[in-house]
């Protein structure tokens, strides 16, 4: 088992840049793009989150699932998965993000509701969107 990182993460989000101080106001609120580069090595789809949670959190998620491909698990769309969250399974769903297809992380709300189901809370419901449309028409960066 290798356990070597050998993706990246790619998180963009409401807020000020820590390193250039660049400040992104694009998003609807509670959501983000966060999403793998490099999971193709392992000829696997990348993976995306689009709740806004702590980056903490989202890089846990993302690379949990980066470290199960490494070993060997593919993941297909459509399908859920445990292990994430003692809880629930979350569910990957296919989604384009910037020309590609990824695996987007679907998390259920906390009565373990996913977005198509009309009683899903806010903001678990914003995460069946398109990713260009996570972005307000206001204010967004291009």
Not at 89 to 118: C, H, M, S, Y
Request: charge should be negative.
């Amino acid at each position: 088992m290798n356990n070597n990182i050998d993706w990246i993460i790619h998180l963009v989000a409401n807020g000020a840049c820590d390193e250039c101080g660049k400040e992104e106001k694009g998003f609807l609120p509670y959501t983000c793009n966060a999403h793998t580069h490099g999971m193709e090595k392992y000829d696997h789809p990348d993976f995306q989150v689009v709740l806004s949670l702590p980056p903490r959190e989202i890089g846990r998620i993302l690379n949990t699932l980066g470290l199960r491909v490494q070993e060997g698990e593919r993941f297909q769309a459509g399908r859920y998965v445990s292990g994430i969250y003692a809880d629930c399974d979350i569910r990957l769903d296919e989604f384009r993000e910037t020309g590609r297809n990824v695996l987007r992380a679907v998390i259920p709300d906390r009565q373990n509701r996913f977005p198509e189901d009309p009683q899903c809370e806010e903001p678990y419901r914003l995460q069946s969107m398109d990713t260009e449309d996570l972005y307000e028409r206001e204010g967004a960066l291009s």
